[in-house]
């Protein structure tokens, strides 16, 4: 069965940093466009920061410019996030294969979500 799981989420306080991890099962997505979206309370799910792995090209949302960073090893894929805010609560999903473009919220694979609380 092909999954991804979500993990390294938590409290933070503003200005803090946090990274998320992505573990991909039953398949690799080594080629693939992968990405992070989120989903913060009363609003709609959205794109965060998307990479296409076959050219190493990243894509940022405008909240992520600056602080927000993808990469990967082996096994996992990573979010890293500095300098965070408390705007950038909210459950965070780690996604792949599009089917759209890579910031439409339409993803062959999704992970369960992993929820960021940014708050002193």
């Known amino acids: 069965q092909k999954q991804l799981v979500e993990s390294g989420g938590g409290l933070v306080q503003p200005g803090g940093s946090l990274r998320l991890s992505c573990a991909a099962s039953?398949?690799?997505?080594?080629?693939?466009?992968m990405a992070w979206f989120r989903r913060a309370p009363g609003k709609e799910r959205e794109f965060v920061i998307a990479?296409?792995?076959?050219?190493?090209t990243t894509f940022y949302a405008d909240s992520a410019k600056g602080r927000f960073t993808i990469s990967r090893d082996d096994a996992k894929m990573y979010l890293q996030m500095n300098n965070l805010k408390p705007e950038d609560t909210a459950v965070y999903y780690c996604a792949a294969d599009p089917s759209r473009g890579y910031s439409d919220d339409e993803y062959a694979y999704w992970g369960q979500g992993t929820q960021v609380t940014v708050s002193s």
């Open positions: 990479v296409n792995w076959k050219t190493y």
């Open positions: 039953g398949r690799t997505f080594s080629r693939s466009t």
